[in-house]
């Protein structure tokens, strides 16, 4: 049974600063790995999406990579803003014919950053 | 496009009674799911389905039922509401592209279950 950790639970760091989020998860036959950001009282809000095939993709201060058969991703945030602040929460796609999408989430990291 | 509503927002019920939570997708698409969030932890699958007609059992169906009549609907049921169903409730949809199934989610419907 897939399994997804994310370390930290919470991080706090000040305005301006590079942070990296982890990832690990136990079975590495994945189609892909999504990073979703969720604020409080909301719903998910999909940040990237990084195919099996792929190593890293990038969407403006964000970038994510995956090491696929090391079970590990990282969310990498450029130059953070307080309005980074925010759930940030990873799943993995499962291989396999009848996974149909469903996906497999980690509990999540708090991140907060303080002007 | 609205993408995927959800409503109600927030229900307070009583032990023993039953509602429906509703989701629509505006956006075509085949795959549906509903997942639960409770405090500090991730979502976990209750239901999916792969288009209209066809449901199966996630990770924790137990207490629930779905039906899926149209491509737009995927309503979730609690018949006999209990504490432990206390949660937050997400409902998402996605389409196939390669391998590809990056889902859309809803803002959630917040229940309460006193």
């Known amino acids: 049974k897939q399994e997804v950790t994310q370390i930290p639970a919470a991080l706090s760091v000040p305005e301006g600063e590079n942070l990296v989020l982890n990832c690990s998860f136990t079975d590495s036959a994945i189609y892909n790995l999504q990073w979703f950001r969720q604020d409080p009282g909301k719903g998910l809000t999909s940040l990237l999406l990084?195919?099996?095939?792929?190593r890293e993709q990038t969407s403006g201060r964000l970038n994510a990579s995956l090491d696929k058969s090391s079970g590990r991703s990282t969310l990498y945030i450029a130059a953070s803003q307080p309005g980074d602040s925010a759930t940030y929460l990873c799943a993995v796609k499962d291989a396999g014919g009848t996974s149909y999408g469903k996906l497999t989430f980690g509990q999540g990291t708090i991140l907060t950053v303080h002007p | 496009n609205a993408g995927v509503t959800q409503t109600p927002k927030f229900r307070i019920l009583k032990i023993g009674q039953s509602m429906t939570l509703q989701c629509t997708q505006d956006?075509?698409?085949?795959?549906m799911y509903w997942y639960r969030q409770d405090p500090g932890m991730g979502l976990k699958l209750i239901y999916y389905?792969?288009?209209?007609?066809?449901?199966d059992k996630g990770e924790v169906p137990n207490g629930y039922n779905v039906s899926r009549s149209t491509t737009e609907d995927f309503p979730l049921r609690l018949e006999l509401a209990a504490p432990s169903q206390t949660s937050v409730y997400f409902c998402?949809?996605?389409?196939?592209?390669?391998?590809?199934?990056?889902?859309?989610f809803g803002p959630g419907t917040r229940l309460t279950v006193t």
């Open positions: 389905s792969v288009g209209a007609g066809i449901t």
């Open positions: 956006m075509n698409h085949n795959y």
């Open positions: 990084i195919q099996s095939s792929q």
């Open positions: 998402a949809s996605s389409h196939r592209a390669g391998n590809s199934y990056e889902q859309y």
